[in-house]
């Protein structure tokens, strides 16, 4: 069976999160943008997971769906992202960690012991003071069916490679549980091509997921599976890494995430690795330590060239959401009342986002839009697309008929 899985969300109990992120709304966006599985994301909260247990029931082995709910109900697997903050080989590190499991009992026991190390109800992403091994000691020892994944691992500030805190291998980190470390998530600032040039990662599968704060922008990035519709059969997609099984995955064109680029948000400096360099990485107008980028980072670590790609690796598609490209083809921005009619209306005649943006042909997307909308969907499959690269909390300007930008043309083939 296909299956489009997001699994790094949050609730609304995590801070800077939309109070409309509640269950009925998870469920019905992820219908809207085609994601047939979803993750609960922050149940160590209390009050969260008091609602996962009280609104869903058991659908297939290891998922869950909104009580009542039908054969085609959104399913739910239980996830939830944790901030391990802590000192190793004298450097401070901050890590962030999602966690899967395949029961509420499993849930239960983790919870049960990292009440004894931190505050569970402060955030539904809790911070503690856990080396990132101990965390996954304690999620195995709960259920040796739980899967323990860096979060957007090269972030700058909160990552297993990231620039400010993390570490130069998995090992470094997770020391002898590093076996048990069978995937990473890519972040927006990172694609699986970037994450190819590091031969260490060759046996690690890259999965791609929204890290969304409110139900609108699920499936920003995502996975696309052909297995059984169990949470068995995922776990066991993404630990094989079958090419038959994980098909591919959905990502952000990664110059558009906000820390692709190195450089100062205050002082509006924005920098290519090489251009860091002749600055020696500090600021030119504050003289202040750059923020160096995700871009930066894996070329720092990187054994490898650009387009070498391993024999087991995963494809991905690049994709931009389909709000946006409406937004580029009638020249507004995403905020504006207009966009509203034609999504609308793609959405109700063509079935989801994703199948706008990956399976209509143009003639059905013209006939439910306007032509330009059309066009707008095809040059972003084909990679089409102009940049300014984000940076240091930034997000990239990505545009597909703006001729002004003066950033380079970045025309990247989806590798499929």
């Known amino acids: 069976?296909?299956?489009?899985?997001?699994?790094?969300?949050?609730?609304?109990?995590?801070?800077?999160?939309?109070?409309?992120?509640?269950?009925?709304?998870?469920?019905?966006?992820?219908?809207?943008?085609?994601?047939?599985?979803?993750?609960?994301?922050?149940?160590?909260?209390?009050?969260?997971?008091?609602?996962?247990r009280e609104k869903l029931e058991p659908a297939e082995q290891g998922l869950f769906k909104l009580r009542g709910g039908d054969k085609s109900s959104v399913r739910f697997i239980l996830t939830s992202e944790i901030s391990c903050i802590y000192s190793k080989n004298n450097k401070v590190r901050k890590i962030h960690i999602i966690v899967f499991a395949p029961s509420f009992e499993a849930v239960e026991k983790i919870n049960a012991k990292l009440n004894l190390i931190g505050n569970l109800k402060s955030d539904g992403r809790p911070i503690l003071g856990?080396?990132?091994k101990e965390l996954?000691?304690?999620?195995?020892?709960?259920d040796e069916d739980c899967l323990v994944v860096p979060a957007h691992a090269w972030t700058p500030w909160f990552s297993v490679f990231g620039s400010k805190s993390g570490f130069n291998s998995l090992e470094e980190c997770f020391e002898d549980?590093?076996?048990?470390?069978?995937?990473?998530?890519?972040?927006?600032s990172s694609d699986p091509a970037m994450n190819w040039k590091l031969s260490q990662l060759d046996k690690i599968t890259l999965i791609s997921n929204s890290d969304s704060h409110s139900p609108q922008k699920i499936g920003r990035e995502a996975n696309v599976f052909d297995t059984d519709l169990s949470y068995q059969g995922i776990l066991d997609a993404i630990k094989t890494k079958d090419k038959n099984k994980f098909l591919y995955t959905i990502e952000f064109f990664p110059e558009e995430g906000k820390y692709h680029?190195?450089?100062?948000?205050?002082?509006?400096?924005?920098?290519?690795?090489?251009?860091?360099?002749?600055?020696?990485?500090i600021c030119p107008k504050c003289k202040k330590p750059l923020v160096i980028g995700v871009l930066n980072r894996v070329e720092e670590l990187a054994d490898r060239q650009d387009g070498f790609i391993p024999k087991e690796s995963v494809p991905f598609k690049s994709l931009i959401p389909l709000e946006e490209i409406i937004a580029d083809s009638l020249g507004?921005?995403?905020?504006?009342?207009?966009?509203?009619?034609?999504y609308d209306s793609l959405i109700?005649?063509?079935?989801?986002?994703?199948?706008?943006?990956?399976?209509?042909?143009?003639?059905?997307?013209e006939k439910n839009s306007l032509p330009k909308i059309a066009e707008g969907v095809i040059k972003v499959r084909n990679g089409?697309?102009?940049?300014?690269?984000?940076?240091?909390g930034v997000y990239g300007k990505i545009k597909i008929f703006d001729k002004e930008l003066d950033k380079k043309i970045i025309k990247q083939k989806t590798l499929l």
């Open 261 to 281: 680029y190195d450089g100062h948000r205050l002082c509006n400096i924005s920098l290519t690795p090489k251009e860091s360099k002749k600055y020696n990485n």
């Open 348 to 365: 109700k005649n063509l079935g989801s986002e994703f199948n706008v943006l990956l399976e209509s042909n143009k003639e059905d997307i």
């Open 1 to 52: 069976m296909k299956i489009i899985a997001d699994f790094h969300i949050h609730s609304k109990y995590s801070r800077a999160t939309s109070p409309s992120t509640d269950l009925e709304n998870l469920s019905k966006w992820a219908k809207i943008k085609g994601v047939n599985v979803l993750g609960t994301g922050d149940f160590t909260h209390p009050l969260w997971f008091k609602e996962l």
């Open 332 to 342: 507004v921005t995403t905020a504006s009342k207009k966009i509203s009619g034609f």
């Open 130 to 132: 856990l080396d990132a």
């Open 177 to 188: 549980y590093t076996k048990y470390i069978y995937a990473i998530e890519t972040g927006l």
């Open 384 to 392: 089409e697309v102009k940049i300014k690269p984000g940076y240091d």
């Open 136 to 142: 996954a000691k304690i999620v195995l020892d709960a």
